[in-house]
């Protein structure tokens, strides 16, 4: 009977419950309950226009803590009916608007906040029913006077702090993360994978952000440095492939205040899923992990993408968890966040009308002026390349035959360096990280029996000690950050694969070349007919234009 609310949208309300964070509808399970639930603040819940018919015997809001099985016959808290001198809902209900204090409640629980709720209930104590039930989603940015501070903070850039509280004897501990982030962006922490440096793979992480007035945190383990596909790469615990985790952070809230997101999440010490929890050790220095960077859209799960800043030159990072941090580690003020501005470079464009061969690669998506910012697309910190250009947009013609020699990577169990090239009506692409299949392929991938058909050797363009400047210098242009790189590749020429394909009538306006591993790597191929339509419409231009309409007078005349 629960009705599981996990993509609900929050809002924050401008009416007379301003401040409060809408939940979602109660649904009518029984006896027509009905009306909105909204956290007015931390530990106050609403109804906007409450209904029910009255006529359930022993009826009560019954509320479960965050992670216990809900179950009719029992577990739950009950909490008290405004107004009621026994706590149940006695009277009908058309329309009323109720306010639900938690600390007014039968079951001795102190302290029960909103994001300790799981789970709101209208609930039949003598049948053991569910008028209604509906889940609460964890981390609402409610009102309260702020995050509570911690006690140990360290400053890890400019923008970013992390602070903690470590109780060994409790085995818990309070995090909290403050960044100069966007909406669309993550802050990452947590334990290195290598026990004698700052190091990616193998680090057990938590990412966190703030998106429409809910805060986020989701436990990662990094299997590899590559995109999460498959469950592996950078993959949440939950999605790690053929060793399932768990998501061991809890009690998550947040708030953004002049720019400065803050996330502020709890976490066992040393948690029972060891295959993807790393201990965090109070009175010893550990090494850490910790990333800012671009989140994928709701639509791909939120996941966390290639980072834009992170520790780097080979910096290693420790901190004891035990201890304040001293010197440049020591957080001294609050992170002062500005809007940057981006100079983004414009995508560059080949066009083909008749038969030609594109050489396919992969190399870096030139940071935040290049691949994000011309396609407004995630993007990995990799890409294609198409003769040695950056994601170009291709413009070809129906009914010519195109050649792809592809240079990318074959090895599907190196996960991180395997890009198939196929053609899809996606501009996400990824299409192996898809069950069902809800796209339509063109070339390049065999739908039938999930194989990609155009994997060669990798050739791969890499970066120089001169390409950073240029990739943050805006009086550069991309050729100019193109003229810097250099390329190698593995095996030899007769290792690369080919795709060869014919766009007909019945291949739409616009498609995309991309990855069948990945998502968010390829960009655009707009189609015509030859006849300077896309569609097969006849464009005319002006001179011919005046010519018929010459030629019209001429004959009306005579």
């Not at 979602?24 to 906007?48: C, M, R, S, W």
Request: with cysteine; hydrophobic share 35%.
């Amino acid at each position: 009977f629960v009705v599981s609310l996990v993509a609900v949208q929050l809002c924050i309300l401008n009416t007379a419950i301003e401040g409060a964070v809408e939940i979602g509808q109660l649904p009518n399970l029984q006896h027509g309950v009905g009306g909105t639930l909204f956290a007015k603040d931390e530990t106050t819940f609403y109804i906007q226009d409450f209904e029910y018919d009255g006529q359930g015997p022993t009826v009560y809001v019954y509320v479960y803590r965050r992670g216990v099985a809900v179950s009719a016959s029992g577990g739950g808290i009950i909490i008290n009916w405004s107004g009621s001198s026994d706590g149940r809902i006695t009277s009908r209900y058309t329309g009323s608007n109720i306010s639900i204090s938690l600390s007014n409640q039968q079951g001795g629980d102190t302290g029960l906040t909103v994001n300790d709720v799981g789970t709101f209930t209208i609930w039949c104590q003598r049948f053991r029913v569910f008028f209604s039930s509906i889940d609460i989603p964890d981390g609402l940015m409610l009102g309260g006077g702020g995050l509570p501070p911690l006690q140990y903070c360290a400053q890890l850039t400019t923008n970013y702090q992390v602070s903690w509280t470590a109780n060994a004897s409790e085995n818990t501990g309070i995090f909290q993360l403050c960044g100069c982030i966007t909406s669309d962006q993550y802050m990452s922490f947590g334990i290195s994978g290598n026990d004698t440096r700052t190091w990616m793979v193998g680090a057990d992480v938590v990412v966190a952000w703030v998106k429409d007035d809910r805060a986020n945190a989701v436990d990662y383990f990094l299997t590899g440095r590559g995109q999460c596909s498959n469950g592996s790469g950078v993959c949440p615990d939950t999605m790690i492939w053929g060793d399932q985790g768990m998501n061991d952070v809890y009690n998550v809230t947040g708030q953004i205040t002049n720019g400065l997101t803050c996330v502020q999440y709890s976490r066992l010490l040393t948690t029972t899923d060891s295959s993807h929890d790393l201990p965090i050790l109070p009175d010893e220095w550990q090494f850490i992990a910790w990333a800012i960077g671009p989140r994928a859209s709701e639509e791909l799960g939120n996941l966390a993408f290639f980072h834009s800043d992170w520790p780097r030159n080979g910096e290693n990072v420790a901190i004891n968890f035990g201890a304040a941090p001293t010197g440049s580690m020591q957080c001294t003020a609050t992170p002062q966040c500005s809007t940057p501005t981006v100079c983004g470079w414009s995508g560059m464009t080949i066009t083909a009308r008749e038969s030609r061969t594109f050489r396919v690669t992969i190399g870096p998506s030139g940071g935040e002026r290049g691949y994000e910012y011309f396609t407004k697309l995630t993007g990995w910190g990799i890409a294609f390349y198409i003769d040695g250009i950056l994601a170009p947009v291709l413009r070809l013609r129906r009914n010519v035959t195109y050649t792809f020699v592809v240079e990318a990577g074959n090895d599907p169990s190196d996960g991180p360096n395997y890009h198939p090239l196929y053609i899809t009506d996606s501009i996400d692409g990824g299409i192996l990280q898809s069950s069902p299949v809800r796209e339509t392929v063109y070339a390049g991938f065999n739908v039938a029996t999930n194989t990609p058909t155009a994997a060669g050797r990798q050739c791969k363009h890499v970066e120089t000690s001169s390409s950073g400047e240029v990739a943050t210098n805006c009086d550069r242009t991309l050729q100019q950050y193109l003229n810097t790189l250099s390329i190698s590749c593995e095996g030899t020429a007769a290792d690369a694969d080919t795709l060869v394909w014919t766009p007909d009538a019945n291949t739409p306006n616009t498609v995309y070349y991309q990855c069948a591993q990945h998502v968010q790597l390829g960009w655009k191929i707009e189609l015509d007919d030859g006849d300077g339509g896309a569609d097969g419409t006849l464009h005319f231009g002006l001179l011919t234009i005046l010519a018929i309409v010459a030629v019209t007078c001429l004959f009306q005349s005579v």
